[in-house]
């Protein structure tokens, strides 16, 4: 196999299954280790490639640096602190030039090119050669992936990168999606860094034509995003918004505002999203857009929760629900009601929780959600035992048994049954305990499950408390 070496200018013969050629050893043709001289700046180049995460066939630099004797001195003082810096000086230099320079022009120029003889654009029929070698050169990448040899498939990326925009910005752009989700997954800064760098190259011509193309910079944003570039894309997005505001292009507008809050939210920058889906809910009532309303209301709730501002979810979560009943569609009521009930126990206001229960219940059994009544009606009951409100509590259970059975569900009426004889033997009402027990036990045995559990505790309410030690003394004597 051959690999164009970036920083020779020529291709060269390499084997990726074998050892470097530059590491101190190698092996022969039959695969076994032999010993060899070999030369110290080709494996302090490639050491220190190794340390940076490069490649050593992308770092031109380190010939003249190696040459200088600077690298060694670099090398041996320990004056590299982070891979990081390095990466970035590296990219201020050689590798960042090659790489975003116009491959038609500049030297040495890559084999894959055919050589003209005068200054001329490629034909269609050069373009199309062109373009199945680069397929060949991303399938060749692959290969080398699969069998472990990164750096040499990134290479090979990289290349196949720089070399697609002489077919077009669509062909680039496609490239730079997969190559760039490529490095970014495979933990690659010096590519992710590369194509980073072209992305903003690209931008910037983008943005010096008259008139923008806003389809172009559309897709520079989610490019950006795919290499985790979050404040260029951001900055794209808000120079689309203040287009679309100049133009008075309200569809425009609103997709630039939920593409915002959208990256926010996924960034976790919850305080922005919560001021972007703001501005949204304002837009929407001013263009009378219910559907855009709602959508704003929903992620404005969805930020406050995820911040844990819990006074400031519940208050458009009641705004959500007056939008419902506004609209006449009310299946969504009782589950919010429900969050309204939550947030207020989280922010320690059991009345105003158990208002919020009450109306879920009342809520979900008038549209027949017996699944919601359910689980409000247990969560109302957990509130009022943590507040040792027993009568409350039963009165909730009682509920709760008409609801569990309405849904068929024998589990859940044995089960609210052991809370009844529960709090009944707290109490000391040993008759009810025990009647709640036994309904508990025929269902158990429906199931086939508990049965031993429900025998025991009727057994233990039912029999009298066996004589304590001082009464078998007191016999003894």
Sequence with gaps: MYIYNLCKGRQEPIDYRKASPYWPGTFNSQGSHRSERYD?????????????????????????????????????????????????????????????????????RD???????????????????????????????????????????????IREVRLRRILGDEQEMMAIERVGALAWENQRPTETQLITLRLKQIQAEVESQDPIDIQKLEILADLFLVLRDQPSALGIYQQLLSLAVQKGDADAQAVGLRRIGEIHLSWFEFASASETYQQLLTFARAEGDPAMEEDALKNLISAYQQDDQAIQAIQYQQQLIAFYQAQGTDEPIPALEFAIAQNYQTVNRPDQAAVHYQAAYAEAQRL??????????????????????????????????????????????????????QIYKAQGETEQAIHAFQEGLILARQLNYRQTYFEEQIQSLTQPEPPGEENSVEAAE
């Design 111 to 157: 084999p894959l090119l055919p050589v003209l003889p005068i200054k001329r654009p490629l034909s269609p029929l050069e373009k199309l050669e062109l373009e199945y070698q680069l397929d060949d050169l991303n399938q060749e990448a692959q290969r080398l992936l699969a069998a472990g040899a990164a750096n040499l498939a990134f290479e090979q990326w």
């Design 368 to 421: 027949q959600q017996y699944g919601y009544s359910s689980d409000v009606l247990w969560r109302l009951a957990d509130l009022y035992r943590s507040l040792n409100r027993p009568e409350d509590t039963l009165y909730v259970l009682q509920l709760l048994v008409e609801v569990e059975k309405q849904s068929y569900n024998a589990y859940g009426i044995m089960n609210v049954f052991d809370q009844m004889a």
């Design 40 to 108: 110290l700046g080709k494996w302090l180049n490639v050491k220190m490639c190794n340390m940076m995460g490069l490649s050593p066939n992308l770092t031109l630099i380190f010939q003249s640096l190696r040459r200088s004797g600077i690298l060694l001195a670099i090398a041996l003082g320990g004056l590299i602190v982070s891979p990081s810096i390095a990466i970035g000086q590296q990219l201020d230099f050689a590798i960042r030039q090659q790489f975003l320079s116009d491959p038609l022009t500049t030297e040495p």
